[in-house]
């Protein structure tokens, strides 16, 4: 399969067909219809990845009536714009006149003589009136043109001032759902925080208005205006904070408010917002990107690739033994990638499914995709993984060092194992934490294998005894089950490959030489998986072409 094939096969499942995907999916259009604001928390690899982008139109899509807000515009196309941004003013009044530049004299005013002739030795001619600056501080805030309530408001035909009235204004039929990418407002380079001097939007006052977490600035130093002081998030939070006042205001009920999707990284937003927010403020509902996928949502990712596989259709093709195989490499695949679904396709076509090529190719997969490292990844002191990763696991989740799998916490596999293994000693763990992943997904796969295996083998065996059947189970069988004491036919199909191994060697039971070969075959396989061990090419191919014959024989 070539390089431009595996990425058309990778692209054949969309994000939002895995059923992992469509559970949050669920979640987030049921909190939005009950009334609720979500705020969806994803990983910093997810947007660079464009899955954040999928997950967030997915959700606001699913809502009849949705106000997209689109991205600021970026810096250069800004400054393109005639008069664009917040300085345009300031520059074009510092051009009016020396009066501007020279707002720290006083005034000179001509006034009728009132009486009273006083000399304070002051000379005044040959000078102009002086007219002093009008104080920035005191004056009404100008709105940023690209900022998160100008683009708002452009979208629902109302000045910025007006967004958030006209959300919640009496006589609107259905109320829409609000829509914001958090990383776009961001990475935009915009004001989307308020400025120092005032507020936006009819609400602009009082404790409200105030966003969550803000710092006022000391005495005398003057709290700088524009976009640059504002801190990551502000403007989110702060029309969290404008339109639950807005909503409180108005009186309306759960079923007839506007509520905000926003989609967002950790860094996108104050710190402390996502808890604020979880524990009451605004009647928002938090969404973490926390134990979303799974084994299956992985196994779906990469089957598509593994459909492009090499063709096996020449006549000694043997369908079964290509189902175990594939099954086996599949699990592997899974068990070692987790939910990181681009990892795995990558390892997917790189890897053959051969046990002595699996470390080459995973390092060879980690060395193309950005991946955390051993530096983003806190010792972890417990197993299992709550609803939402703890504040001491947060950063390490954004990204992606740590990852909640099938309800355990989990470090990435680029944590521990480097993109360039060595051969050298000091990689016996890198290694030894490999083959417990490998024989973990051999385990998963073989196990149901071996054990039907057993009992097909164990039915064929009643017709082969060369000793009474009562005498061989209690002779063989290390634990005879008692409640089938009375029906030894019934207790010798409980016997283990190991007992009905013994029995064989012992002549005892004289199985056929294609049983015999199969009972040892899965003795072998299932003392190596119980050990924790790997069931390498050799052995595997084997077993899985005796399974295979065995299914073929009449019981």
Known sequence: MTQAEGRTAARAVSANDLPGVRGQLRGVAADLAAGLNCLWLVTDAMVESGLADDLYRGALFGSPVRVDVPAPASARAREAEPGAGPESLAEDRAGEGDWWADSDELPYLDVPDDGFDLDLGWSLEGRRPRVPAPRQERSAPRHDPHGLLARLGKELSVGPEEAVAALVAPGRDRRPVVGIRAWAENDGGTGTGARAGGGHGTSGTGADARPLGTRTSPPGTGARTGTDSAPPGTGVERLFRLLAAAVRAAGLPPGERPRLLVVARLRDLPESLPDELRNGVGDTAVHWWWGALGRLDTATAIAPILDHGPDTSGRDRDPLRE????????????????????????????????????????????????????????????????????????????????????????????????????????????????????????????????????????????????????????????????????????????????????????????????????????????????????????????????LSQADLRAP
């Open 323 to 546: 189902r175990i195989r594939r099954a086996v490499r599949t699990e592997t695949v899974v068990e070692i990638c987790g939910p990181d679904l681009d990892l795995a396709r990558l390892l997917a076509r790189e890897w053959d499914g051969s046990q002595h090529t699996l470390g080459a190719a995973l390092g060879s997969s980690l060395a193309r995709t950005p991946v955390p490292g051993p530096a983003d990844c806190p010792p972890l002191r417990r197993i299992g993984a709550l609803l939402r990763p703890g504040a001491e696991l947060r950063q390490a989740w954004a990204s992606g060092a740590v990852v909640s799998w099938e309800g355990r916490l989990r470090a990435h596999v680029a944590v521990w194992h480097p993109a360039a293994p060595t051969a050298g000693p000091g990689d016996a763990d890198v290694w030894a934490r490999l083959d417990a992943l490998v024989s973990q997904a051999q385990q998963r796969v073989l196990s149901p294998w071996i054990e039907e295996a057993r009992q097909r083998l164990a039915v064929r065996a009643l017709g082969h005894l060369n000793r009474p059947v009562a005498a061989l189970v209690a002779d063989y069988a290390d634990r005879p089950p008692a409640h089938l004491a009375a029906v030894p036919e019934r207790a010798f199909l409980e016997l283990q490959v190991g007992e009905l191994l013994r029995a064989h060697v012992s002549g005892a039971l004289a199985l056929p030489p294609g049983d015999a070969r199969l009972l040892r075959l899965l003795v072998t396989a299932r003392n190596v998986l119980a050990h924790r061990s790997v069931l390498y090419d050799r052995t595997l191919d084997e077993l899985c072409a005796e």
